[in-house]
Protein backbone atom coordinates (compact mmCIF):
# COMPACT_ATOMS: atom_id res chain seq x y z
CA UNK A 1 0.00 0.00 0.00
CA UNK A 2 2.66 2.19 0.67
CA UNK A 3 4.52 1.85 -2.63
CA UNK A 4 1.24 2.59 -4.17
CA UNK A 5 0.88 5.59 -2.53
CA UNK A 6 3.81 6.84 -3.42
CA UNK A 7 3.52 6.43 -6.82
CA UNK A 8 -0.06 7.66 -6.75
CA UNK A 9 1.71 10.93 -5.46
CA UNK A 10 3.89 11.49 -7.95
CA UNK A 11 1.85 10.75 -10.99
CA UNK A 12 -0.71 12.57 -9.48
CA UNK A 13 0.48 15.53 -7.92
CA UNK A 14 3.54 16.69 -9.67
CA UNK A 15 3.93 19.30 -12.55
CA UNK A 16 7.07 19.75 -13.99
CA UNK A 17 7.77 23.70 -14.32
CA UNK A 18 10.41 26.16 -13.24
CA UNK A 19 10.26 28.84 -10.99
CA UNK A 20 10.72 32.37 -12.31
CA UNK A 21 13.70 33.65 -10.18
CA UNK A 22 15.54 31.49 -12.98
CA UNK A 23 18.09 34.14 -13.96
CA UNK A 24 18.68 34.97 -10.34
CA UNK A 25 19.34 31.65 -9.26
CA UNK A 26 22.47 31.80 -12.09
CA UNK A 27 24.09 35.50 -11.51
CA UNK A 28 26.53 35.84 -9.09
CA UNK A 29 26.04 38.39 -6.26
CA UNK A 30 27.11 42.29 -7.08
CA UNK A 31 26.63 41.28 -10.88
CA UNK A 32 23.68 41.83 -13.63
CA UNK A 33 22.74 39.89 -16.31
CA UNK A 34 19.51 39.43 -19.13
CA UNK A 35 18.37 35.55 -19.34
CA UNK A 36 15.64 34.24 -21.80
CA UNK A 37 13.80 31.14 -20.18
CA UNK A 38 11.75 28.62 -22.02
CA UNK A 39 9.46 26.67 -19.92
CA UNK A 40 7.65 23.65 -21.19
CA UNK A 41 5.49 22.00 -18.56
CA UNK A 42 2.12 19.59 -17.98
CA UNK A 43 0.15 18.28 -15.15
CA UNK A 44 1.38 14.13 -14.56
CA UNK A 45 -1.34 11.81 -15.54
CA UNK A 46 -4.12 13.95 -17.05
CA UNK A 47 -5.56 13.25 -20.00
CA UNK A 48 -7.70 16.87 -20.18
CA UNK A 49 -5.31 19.30 -19.12
CA UNK A 50 -3.19 21.52 -21.88
CA UNK A 51 0.39 21.55 -22.26
CA UNK A 52 1.66 25.40 -21.30
CA UNK A 53 4.71 26.82 -23.16
CA UNK A 54 6.09 30.26 -21.85
CA UNK A 55 8.85 32.55 -22.45
CA UNK A 56 10.23 34.44 -19.94
CA UNK A 57 12.88 37.54 -20.45
CA UNK A 58 14.28 38.31 -16.87
CA UNK A 59 17.22 41.18 -16.02
CA UNK A 60 18.90 40.53 -12.83
CA UNK A 61 20.10 44.04 -11.63
CA UNK A 62 23.54 44.03 -9.59
CA UNK A 63 21.56 44.83 -6.33
CA UNK A 64 19.65 41.72 -5.86
CA UNK A 65 16.10 42.83 -7.59
CA UNK A 66 15.12 40.68 -10.55
CA UNK A 67 12.37 42.04 -13.37
CA UNK A 68 10.71 39.40 -15.68
CA UNK A 69 8.37 39.88 -18.57
CA UNK A 70 6.28 36.41 -19.70
CA UNK A 71 4.08 35.21 -22.76
CA UNK A 72 2.96 31.96 -24.20
CA UNK A 73 -0.30 29.68 -24.30
CA UNK A 74 -2.34 26.75 -22.53
CA UNK A 75 -4.68 25.11 -24.90
CA UNK A 76 -6.93 28.38 -26.74
CA UNK A 77 -5.65 30.57 -23.89
CA UNK A 78 -2.71 33.61 -23.93
CA UNK A 79 -0.64 34.13 -21.52
CA UNK A 80 0.94 37.60 -21.04
CA UNK A 81 3.07 38.37 -17.24
CA UNK A 82 5.43 39.90 -15.09
CA UNK A 83 7.45 39.17 -12.47
CA UNK A 84 9.58 40.44 -9.84
CA UNK A 85 11.97 39.18 -7.17
CA UNK A 86 14.57 40.20 -4.52
CA UNK A 87 17.72 37.91 -3.53
CA UNK A 88 19.51 37.77 -0.68
CA UNK A 89 22.68 36.75 -1.81
CA UNK A 90 25.56 34.46 0.55
CA UNK A 91 28.99 36.52 -0.35
CA UNK A 92 30.90 34.44 -2.65
CA UNK A 93 30.19 31.65 -5.31
CA UNK A 94 32.89 29.55 -3.48
CA UNK A 95 31.77 30.08 0.06
CA UNK A 96 29.37 27.30 1.22
CA UNK A 97 26.19 29.65 1.74
CA UNK A 98 22.55 29.84 1.14
CA UNK A 99 20.87 32.18 -0.74
CA UNK A 100 16.79 33.54 -0.77
CA UNK A 101 14.65 35.18 -2.57
CA UNK A 102 10.78 36.33 -2.59
CA UNK A 103 8.82 37.18 -5.22
CA UNK A 104 5.73 38.58 -6.80
CA UNK A 105 4.47 37.26 -10.58
CA UNK A 106 1.34 38.02 -12.06
CA UNK A 107 -0.50 36.65 -14.79
CA UNK A 108 -3.60 37.10 -17.47
CA UNK A 109 -5.25 34.47 -19.73
CA UNK A 110 -7.11 35.34 -22.67
CA UNK A 111 -8.95 34.28 -25.02
CA UNK A 112 -7.99 35.30 -28.51
CA UNK A 113 -11.18 36.92 -29.40
CA UNK A 114 -12.05 38.61 -26.01
CA UNK A 115 -10.77 41.75 -24.93
CA UNK A 116 -11.39 41.02 -21.47
CA UNK A 117 -9.41 38.52 -19.61
CA UNK A 118 -10.62 35.09 -18.95
CA UNK A 119 -8.51 34.50 -15.90
CA UNK A 120 -5.97 36.29 -13.55
CA UNK A 121 -3.52 34.47 -11.44
CA UNK A 122 -0.84 36.15 -8.93
CA UNK A 123 1.66 34.23 -6.97
CA UNK A 124 3.69 34.85 -4.07
CA UNK A 125 6.82 33.19 -3.38
CA UNK A 126 9.70 32.40 -0.63
CA UNK A 127 12.62 30.53 -1.83
CA UNK A 128 16.05 29.23 -1.16
CA UNK A 129 18.89 27.85 -3.15
CA UNK A 130 22.25 26.93 -3.05
CA UNK A 131 25.36 28.31 -4.74
CA UNK A 132 25.54 24.51 -6.41
CA UNK A 133 22.15 25.66 -8.26
CA UNK A 134 19.62 23.42 -6.38
CA UNK A 135 16.12 25.47 -4.99
CA UNK A 136 13.45 24.98 -2.76
CA UNK A 137 10.39 27.32 -2.75
CA UNK A 138 7.01 27.60 -0.80
CA UNK A 139 4.58 29.33 -2.75
CA UNK A 140 0.89 30.44 -2.87
CA UNK A 141 -1.04 30.93 -6.08
CA UNK A 142 -4.56 33.23 -6.22
CA UNK A 143 -6.10 32.69 -9.11
CA UNK A 144 -9.59 34.21 -10.53
CA UNK A 145 -11.92 32.83 -13.03
CA UNK A 146 -14.97 34.82 -13.75
CA UNK A 147 -16.32 35.82 -10.41
CA UNK A 148 -14.86 32.40 -8.57
CA UNK A 149 -11.32 32.85 -6.73
CA UNK A 150 -9.54 30.06 -5.58
CA UNK A 151 -5.97 30.04 -3.56
CA UNK A 152 -3.74 27.43 -3.59
CA UNK A 153 0.02 26.73 -1.74
CA UNK A 154 2.54 24.43 -3.83
CA UNK A 155 6.48 23.23 -2.97
CA UNK A 156 8.61 23.70 -5.91
CA UNK A 157 12.24 22.00 -5.87
CA UNK A 158 14.55 21.27 -8.31
CA UNK A 159 18.08 22.49 -9.85
CA UNK A 160 19.39 23.98 -12.55
CA UNK A 161 22.33 22.78 -14.49
CA UNK A 162 24.54 24.87 -15.74
CA UNK A 163 26.30 24.55 -19.59
CA UNK A 164 29.67 27.01 -19.28
CA UNK A 165 29.27 29.88 -17.43
CA UNK A 166 26.12 32.15 -18.79
CA UNK A 167 23.49 29.51 -19.84
CA UNK A 168 21.56 26.76 -18.09
CA UNK A 169 18.42 23.93 -17.85
CA UNK A 170 16.02 23.89 -14.84
CA UNK A 171 14.27 20.86 -13.88
CA UNK A 172 11.85 21.39 -11.17
CA UNK A 173 8.74 19.54 -10.11
CA UNK A 174 5.53 21.73 -8.16
CA UNK A 175 3.74 19.67 -6.16
CA UNK A 176 -0.04 21.28 -4.44
CA UNK A 177 0.36 21.43 -0.95
CA UNK A 178 -3.44 20.48 -0.54
CA UNK A 179 -3.29 16.70 -2.43
CA UNK A 180 0.04 16.30 -1.02
CA UNK A 181 -1.89 16.17 2.48
CA UNK A 182 -4.73 14.40 1.42
CA UNK A 183 -2.27 11.76 0.49
CA UNK A 184 -0.66 11.88 3.74
CA UNK A 185 -3.51 11.62 5.84
CA UNK A 186 -4.66 8.70 3.77
CA UNK A 187 -1.39 6.98 4.32
CA UNK A 188 -1.75 5.05 8.37
CA UNK A 189 2.12 4.17 8.43
CA UNK A 190 1.81 1.29 10.91
Known amino acids: RRNRMKNMMLIISIMI ?12 KGYSAFGIWANVSRTIDCDECEETKEVSLDYMTKVGLEIGLNAGQVGDLDIAGA ?15 TNFYIGYAMKEFSLKD ?17 NKKSYFEI ?37 DVDVLDAMFEEEDFE
Open 139 to 175: SQESSSIDFMDFETEFVKFGGIIRFGQKAGFNIGYKI
Open 83 to 97: HLSYHFKSNSLYQKG
Open 17 to 28: GYCFANTGILVD
Open 114 to 130: QDEPYAEKTTLSLGVYS
